[in-house]
Nanobody
Framework: QVQLVESGGGLVQAGGSLRLSCAAS????????IGWFRRAPGKEREFVAA???????TYYADSVKGRFVINRDNFNTVSLRMNSLNPEDTAVYYC?????????????????WGQGTQVTVSS
């Protein structure tokens, strides 16, 4: 069992930045692919970014490409640096861990999910 804890959410003005972290207490975390997803009010959950277990490959949704950066900081933490935020980025952000070799943007490929952290961008 892998427990994931997100942190770093908050309220920021448009154009600002936030850094989200996803932490796990188990060393096996480093063997998992990690994804970030978000759910905005009234909308379905959507893929944001992912990084493979080794950190050698990253993936981004078109809506965040060039603004967000995902990184494996150490053996038990993955961060999501979010720049140039806009109100459309407002959502609850979730990190997920999985060992699937499928498409990184597919939520079903992840086995463990955090509780989420709220990100609110004001205009």
């Amino acid at each position: 069992q892998v427990q994931l804890v997100e942190s770093g959410g908050g309220l920021v003005q448009a154009g600002g930045s936030l850094r989200l972290s996803c932490a796990a207490s188990t060393r096996t975390f480093r063997t998992y692919n990690i994804g970030w997803f978000r759910r905005a009010p009234g909308k379905e959950r959507e893929f944001v970014a992912a990084i493979n277990w080794s950190g050698s490959s990253t993936y981004y949704a078109d809506s965040v490409k060039g603004r967000f950066v995902i990184n494996r900081d150490n053996f038990n933490t993955v961060s999501l640096r979010m720049n140039s935020l806009n109100p459309e980025d407002t959502a609850v952000y979730y990190c997920a861990a999985g060992a699937s070799h499928g498409l990184p943007e597919v939520a079903d490929g992840y086995d463990y999910w955090g509780q989420g952290t709220q990100v609110t961008v004001s205009s």
